[in-house]
């Protein structure tokens, strides 16, 4: 048994902040969230050159071959950093279901583009009614050259900066993945509280792909992406909380009032106590799931699930305790305070909230 | 990173788990309280345990104990839970006044005290709290006062379990009334048979008296019966504090998983609103959120084991595992009894579930957030020495 990190994931960890800390400060965030398309093309260059977005894509196809445990000490870190780029989009949506998909010429196209960073991929899954793990309207049909797709996207995450799309939708009797060029879809942001990574309409009208681009199937892929893509978001959301607890420990040391720092309070020392708790067991729980996917152990879908229910109570805990402890200041524009909220409660609601993912764990501990 | 035995892990549970199956007594409930009609079944486990090599497991071997690693520790205490064993009746002698007796004790005190706590000879209880000193566990004020070659100690404790059938008292007195509250006090081993010793069981809400009150007066305990100087028993006191949870929180988190298992077996054949309870989203939602607060205990616990054994140095995970435990514990005794329905009301009886053991989890479970550090005591520690936190005040 041993639950710790090897040098090289300490190493991994330690040269993330380093070049988070320079690279994607808060002032870096707030001039990504006010431009025209909240993205900052040599902030993704800097990432993509340290070879981020491969660090689980096998070395044959240009990544780094690590595992999901690395992959999540850096969206650990980058959620620290609250990082305005679309990073998560690409490694914790798109990226599972991409190295899930059927082996073939499409998916290392896929995979290589996304390794070197120069291809982005968003994930065209949800449509007007938000739900995650429900059936779908948009239908693919064959056609003579491939499949033609009708439909709409709604709630696509990055899809506006994003060069494939994976597009969910109905084939016969079951569903299939597509990578449709972003080019061919019809893209419309939609203003979003995070506005560092937007969400967007895609309309689909009739689009026609070769039959190369349906790279997977529901039946094949099952559950296994939604684990990966849980236990990446509560990696995130993981460091957004300890980001913020840091911030709160540090205030209330300094913060005066009564002639005493108000981290003398219960009140307040109480509510940081719980703010730890909450985020060591969120960690405990990624790490956990990390290792069980990487391992592919029986428990892994209910580990990741777990993972993501524990993200969440982090995440919302600890933001909108955040902005207490700090009082009239943390609820200021200037402060920085509401880029973590905005990041965390974007985490919260996007890809299932807290209530689906308990269904998902309620269903593995009761089918035991 | 590997949550797997070792070959050597694997084998050492295997070896427990053996052990344990063939030797445990039939028919036995685990963490039921120290009633009379229990006592001579744990007397005669706590002896097989010993004669088994499994008492003391974390004692050095040249104190009769097995030597046995953190890891080694650790599993005994999951598969004890597991195996749903009898409570070790020594459990005090075991896990806090032995251990405190190596790290202090004299020679002579080492020799004359070690084997019969291991073989449950002679049994412990700890008279700390007072009932003005709980939490502010430094305002004791049982007084201790030398004359000539004893100490003559007057005083009242609280809350001590298993005092009415204790030989031995591991007790904080206070020895300079005039020093700072916590410079003036020192260790004392009592025996509990002395005149002036008085014990009055205490009637906990569960209906039992699983602990006790003590009153001393004029009790005349030899000098030669103090664990290290006069006034350094604030010191010797925190060795104490440092083994009463041990590796505690890994049978806690366990016994939890073996509970939350029964609360979704009793959900499955309790009918709610006409349908099994399982089939209620609320029910199910409480259910999950239960497993992931009991799931992050055990792997908080990992983690703070794998700190411990890499660094030699306890990490901020193992503050929270009380905490979060007694809290999770609390509300899942409440759902127990929920799932019941009116069932959930009675103490025994074929109605009732498990026959009324869950009632008495539930009550039971009450005393969770105050025992061996209150909740708002463990938020106090880990805002302050955790991270690092101005002292209230």
Do not use: F
């Given at each position: 048994m041993d639950f710790g990190f090897t040098e090289e994931q300490e190493l991994l960890r330690k040269s993330a902040r380093e070049v988070l800390a320079e690279r994607s400060t808060p002032a870096v965030a707030r001039a990504v969230m006010e431009s025209e398309t909240g993205f900052d093309e040599s902030l993704w260059k800097t990432i993509a050159e340290l070879g981020w977005c491969g660090v689980a894509i096998p070395e044959a196809e240009g990544g780094l071959g690590l595992g999901w445990v690395e992959q999540a000490v850096l969206v650990e870190e980058t959620g620290r950093a609250v990082l305005p780029a679309p990073y998560l989009s690409t490694v914790g949506l798109a990226l599972p279901v991409v190295l899930l998909a059927e082996p073939g010429e499409m998916r290392s196209r896929l995979l290589q583009g996304i390794a070197s960073g120069e291809m982005r991929v968003a994930l065209a899954l949800t449509e007007e009614d938000g739900e995650w793990f429900a059936p779908l309207k948009a239908a693919a049909t064959k056609s003579v050259n491939g499949y033609t797709i009708e439909g709409r996207k709604v709630f696509v995450a990055d899809a506006h900066v994003a060069h494939e799309l994976l597009v969910v939708a109905r084939l016969d009797d079951d569903f299939a993945v597509f990578a449709v060029p972003a080019a061919d879809t019809a893209i419309t942001p939609l203003p979003t509280l995070d506005r560092t990574r937007r969400l967007s309409e895609v309309r689909l009208d009739g689009v026609t792909v070769g039959s190369e681009r349906l790279i997977a199937s529901g039946k094949s892929l099952g559950w296994r992406p939604a684990d990966r893509t849980a236990l990446v978001i509560a990696a995130e959301q993981t460091g957004v909380a300890q980001r913020v607890l840091e911030m709160s420990v540090q205030y209330a040391k300094e913060r005066e009032q009564f002639g005493k720092p108000?981290?003398?309070f219960q009140a307040i020392s109480h509510k940081l106590a719980d703010m730890l708790l909450l985020t060591e067991s969120a960690r405990s729980h990624v790490y956990y799931a990390a290792w069980a996917i990487d391992e592919g152990t029986p428990d892994a879908s209910l580990a990741a699930a777990s993972a993501r229910v524990a993200g969440i109570e982090a995440g919302r805990f600890a933001t909108a305790e955040a902005i207490q402890v700090h009082g009239g200041i943390g609820f200021t524009?200037?402060?920085?305070?509401h880029l973590f909220y905005r990041r965390a409660k974007w985490d919260e609601l996007y890809y299932g909230d807290a209530t689906v993912w308990r269904e998902r764990v309620a269903e593995l501990i009761a089918a035991t | 990173m590997d949550f797997r035995d070792t070959a050597a892990e694997a084998a050492f549970r295997k070896d427990v788990r053996d052990w344990l199956e063939a030797n445990k007594p039939s028919g036995a409930v685990a963490g039921?309280?120290?009633?009379e009609g229990r006592v001579g079944m744990l007397r005669t486990w706590q002896r097989k345990l010993h004669e088994g090599g499994w008492a003391g497991l974390g004692w050095p071997k040249e104190y009769g104990g097995r030597g046995a690693s953190l890891i080694e520790q650790v599993i005994f205490s999951q598969e004890y839970a597991r195996a749903k064993a009898p409570s070790i009746l020594n459990v005090i002698g075991i896990g806090m006044a032995g251990p405190t007796i190596i790290a202090h004790g004299t020679d002579e005190q080492k020799h004359r005290y070690l084997d019969k706590i291991l073989s449950g000879e002679e049994i412990w209880c700890q008279g700390f709290s007072e009932p003005g000193a709980g939490s502010d566990l430094g305002a004791l004020r049982t007084s201790a006062v030398v004359e000539g070659d004893s100490f003559i100690v007057n005083g009242q404790k609280v809350w001590t379990t298993l005092a009415h059938i204790a030989d031995w008292c591991i007790l904080l007195a206070r020895t300079d009334p005039t020093a700072p509250k916590h410079k003036g006090i020192s260790y004392l081993l009592v025996d509990m048979h002395s005149p002036g010793v008085e014990v009055r069981p205490l009637r906990q809400m569960t209906g039992e008296a699983e602990f006790n009150e003590m009153f001393f007066t004029d009790v005349r305990v030899p000098r030669d019966n103090i664990l290290g100087d006069v006034n350094d028993g604030w010191r010797i006191a925190m060795t104490t504090l440092l083994h009463e949870r041990g590796t505690l929180g890994f049978a806690l988190a366990t016994q939890a998983e073996i509970v939350l298992g029964e609360a979704i077996a009793l959900a499955k054949k309790t009918l709610k609103a006409g349908r099994p309870a399982i089939e209620d989203p609320l029910v199910r939602q409480r259910l999950a959120q239960l497993h992931v607060e009991i799931q992050a205990m055990r792997l908080n616990n990992y983690r703070a084991l794998t700190t411990v054994m890499r660094t030699g140095i306890p990490g901020p995970e193992g503050s929270l595992g009380k905490l979060l435990w007694s809290e999770s514990n609390k509300r899942l005794g409440e759902l127990m009894l929920e799932i019941q329905g009116p069932a959930g009301l009675l103490e025994g009886s074929g109605y009732a579930g498990d026959n009324g053991e869950w009632v008495y989890r539930h009550f039971r479970s009450r005393a969770n957030s105050i025992e061996a550090g209150t909740s708002e005591i463990l938020r106090n520690i880990i805002a302050e020495r955790v991270l690092g936190l101005p002292k209230h005040k």
């Open positions: 108000i981290g003398s524009y200037e402060h920085d305070l | 039921l309280g120290v009633t």
